[in-house]
């Protein structure tokens, strides 16, 4: 009775370490990568998103908000490798930039990328946030830019832009939202809207699964007319079976080698050894002559032919 007690003391053990392995590495490499569904203060949320000053490249669907600064690494590779997707999923994504608050008396944001910031939430020129992105941030000068700095309207734009972070985070978090940048938030097809801090590339597959957009976008297909045709391109003769396999492409045979030291054989002359020519150019007669019939020779007990 002891040891079956004993045994079924581990035997639980070993269950309940398994059970809460097996958890952890549920949680750990799925679950916190899915998106949150919103439940509370989605009102606010989504006046929050739609009062931003937001810049897109068009898409023409459904909008779907990336919230970042210039210096988030993540920010800046989800924008590049998951937006054509998007598009192509006919989604609009729209991208939101906001300039870090100083922390502890250090700026985290310089004055070229708060002048920067300043200008897209006045203009929304996508095609300034296209030569802004595309520039290394330690090149950026904001050259022709009126500077954020000194200027109270600008000042409180680039303001106005750490509020609307800071009070998009509070709600957020709020929800139960893990805030890392990207933010990204859309609408599901049943019009709930989720929420998901991508920093981790390994979220990012939800989002195209919950608005069906493709994993890859510009892939090279290959030629239909090359594809259609068997063998390497090659298509069968006109009136014969498409089944048959094609007739090869051969090398023209090159002529006979000249014996050194023999003449050159002029073209039309009769090959050697042939037995004469035929008049009018026909081609000789080349059939050998009737062979003998055989002689007969008697031995002493038989006779052979």
Not at 10 to 18: K, W
Not at 151 to 157: I, P, Q, S, T
Not at 185 to 212: E, H, Q, T, V, Y
Request: glycine letters at 8%; aromatic letters at 10%; charged letters at 20%.
């Amino acid at each position: 009775m002891r040891r079956f007690l004993i045994w079924s003391v581990l035997a639980a053990l070993v269950g309940l370490v398994l059970a809460g392995t097996g958890y952890w590495a549920y949680w750990n490499f799925y679950s916190r990568f899915q998106p949150v569904t919103i439940t509370r203060n989605q009102a606010q949320i989504q006046q929050l998103l739609d009062e931003a000053s937001w810049v897109s490249g068009g898409g023409g669907g459904d909008p779907l908000y990336v919230i970042g600064y210039r210096d988030s690494a993540s920010t800046q590779r989800y924008v590049r490798e998951e937006i054509d997707k998007l598009k192509a999923a006919g989604v609009e994504p729209r991208i939101i930039l906001f300039a870090r608050a100083d922390r502890e008396g250090a700026a985290q944001s310089t004055a070229a990328e708060r002048a920067t910031v300043a200008e897209l939430w006045l203009t929304r020129d996508w095609s300034l946030y296209q030569r802004w992105i595309q520039t290394p941030a330690r090149e950026w000068t904001a050259a022709g830019i009126p500077a954020a700095d000194g200027n109270l309207a600008r000042a409180a734009v680039v303001e106005a832009s750490r509020q609307f972070d800071a009070r998009l985070t509070e709600l957020l978090k709020d929800a139960g939202v893990q805030i890392t940048y990207p933010l990204v938030l859309w609408r599901d097809r049943d019009g709930f809207l989720k929420a998901c801090g991508c920093a981790d590339s390994r979220a990012w597959p939800f989002i195209r699964d919950d608005l069906n957009a493709p994993d890859r976008v510009g892939t090279a297909t290959p030629d239909a007319d090359a594809a259609s045709a068997p063998y390497g391109g090659e298509t069968p003769a006109p009136g014969s079976d498409p089944s048959a396999l094609p007739y090869p492409n051969l090398p023209a045979i090159p002529p006979a080698a000249t014996p050194p030291g023999a003449a050159p054989q002029a073209p039309g002359a009769p090959t050697p050894g042939a037995q004469g020519s035929a008049p009018n150019g026909q081609a000789p007669d080349r059939t050998p002559p009737p062979r003998a019939a055989p002689t007969p020779k008697t031995q002493d007990d038989s006779t052979f032919f």
